[in-house]
């Protein structure tokens, strides 16, 4: 971090991840080590569970990674300290610079889908940088999935760098090198694998807990009233089958997402919560009288649905017209649903 | 895994296309295919929108109405228009 108070220049913050520096024409530039050590994984897992990932940043600007001489190739990378991990884990090995864009604090994709990783804050962070004068060729190897916030063209007619597109992984970077800039299919392709879904569903289950506790809250409240007057017994039954629902919806269905039928998300999340209130009630775990059993039921999978319905976004592979498609039926039919359940609970409380 | 079908807005003018290949390059769903230096959507219904084929087509010869999709993002979108995604808050998506 530049010290904007500071008379004269200030030396950027010195990172535990930086190994030194190198000189070159424009000053130094810091060094980058490629190993992670074990602070860099904790943080890592910190913001698997979505705990202060909002501020996992590093600093934007130049950095150098190996030995790096005006030949060596320029990786431009996001400043989400995740992003920029995974890149100079890869790298282990290889010369390089490392051109670190102002994406917020956001992955490389999701900063592309919103124009922060684009075409300007390129343009912009080479003139910063003077990294013209600091390598001889005029090549940037851009991440596949910064595409969409990027048109190559356009950065090669305002910075005079042509854009080379590197693989969509971080990981198959040393394969691309070694071909020669060319990523095969495989590389250019995204998946959505057991491993990738399982990795997400922590920060899918942080995210909705508010929301499921707020739900809890509420029908383990009206979920007390009854023809006897009001009592709380009924309480911890409501929150065990909203968490159960949370559950569910922010697990099961990540989990098994390629083997529930039907496209739609909404729909996958209605089998798998048709599923959780058959497996609940045939238990009898879903209340003393029918209209409970079927209020609750309805409740189970109204969240299930609505859950499954924002994995959306999450997911590597729908599209907007798609989603805003599937979220015109479902949407209303879920709010029915999680409506009706509730009135059902309180009727079956008053009989 | 692919999501609804025949839905997607992507479009390519065949005509106006010079072949570069940049399209099939950039496009994580392989949606493109390049024939005697033409490309051809041969996946239409694999398209996620992302928008990343048109905005680096040199020539304009591609269209598509692009945003994020994403439920929370649209709903957001259209309480406070924000449209701020779920990824927004720092990233689940890869």
């Known amino acids: ?351 | 895994m692919k999501h609804l079908k025949n839905v997607v807005t992507l479009k390519l003018d065949e005509e106006k296309c010079i072949g570069c290949g940049l399209c099939s390059t950039v496009c994580p769903h392989e949606v493109f295919s390049i024939v005697d230096k033409k490309a051809y959507i041969i996946d239409l219904d694999a398209c996620m929108e992302c928008g990343a084929c048109a905005g680096n087509c040199p020539i304009g010869a591609l269209s598509v109405d692009s945003g994020v999709g994403c439920a929370s993002g649209i709903i957001n979108g259209l309480l406070n228009g924000s449209g701020e995604c779920c990824c927004d808050k720092g990233g689940t998506c890869a």
């Open chain 1, 1 to 351: 971090m530049t010290d904007c108070c500071c008379k004269k220049p200030c030396a950027p913050k010195r990172e535990p991840w930086m190994t030194g520096d190198v000189e070159t024409p424009v000053g130094k530039v810091p060094t980058i080590g490629t190993r992670l050590t074990l602070r860099d994984e904790l943080g890592a897992l910190k913001v698997r569970f979505a705990i202060g990932r909002n501020n996992y940043t590093i600093e934007p600007g130049l950095y150098a990674i190996g030995e790096p001489t005006p030949e060596s190739p320029v990786f431009v990378s996001a400043n989400y300290k995740l992003s920029f991990d995974h890149l100079r884990c890869a790298l282990g090995g290889t010369d390089g610079w490392v051109l670190v864009l102002d994406t917020k604090g956001i992955n490389v994709w999701c900063a592309a889908g919103k124009g922060t990783f684009g075409t300007a804050e390129i343009v912009n962070r080479v003139q910063q940088t003077k990294i013209d004068q600091i390598v001889s060729h005029r090549k940037l190897i851009v991440p596949q999935l910064g595409a969409p916030g990027v048109s190559a063209p356009e950065v090669a007619k305002q910075s005079g760098f042509g854009v080379l597109y590197g693989p969509v992984r971080a990981e198959d970077l040393p394969k691309f090198l070694a071909a020669e800039f060319k990523a095969t299919p495989e590389m250019r392709r995204v998946r959505f694998t057991l491993r990738d879904r399982i990795a997400v569903i922590p920060v899918e289950l942080v995210i909705w807990f508010k929301q499921a506790l707020g739900l809890a809250i509420a029908l383990a409240l009206l979920s007390g009233i009854s023809r006897n007057g009001y009592s709380l017994a009924n309480a911890p039954h409501a929150f065990v089958l909203v968490f159960t629902a949370w559950l569910t919806g922010g697990a099961v269905v990540p989990l098994l997402l390629p083997w529930i039928p039907a496209r739609a998300f909404s729909l996958k999340g209605l089998w798998v919560g048709l599923m959780l209130w058959i497996v609940l009630g045939s238990a009898n775990l879903l209340g003393a009288s029918p209209l409970t059993e079927l209020g609750w039921g309805l409740i189970l999978v109204s969240v299930v649905s609505f859950m499954a319905l924002n994995f959306t976004g999450t997911s590597t592979y729908t599209s907007m017209s798609g989603v805003k498609k599937e979220m015109k039926i479902a949407i209303p039919i879920q709010l029915i649903a999680a409506i009706s359940g509730t009135v059902l609970i309180i009727i079956g409380g008053l009989r």
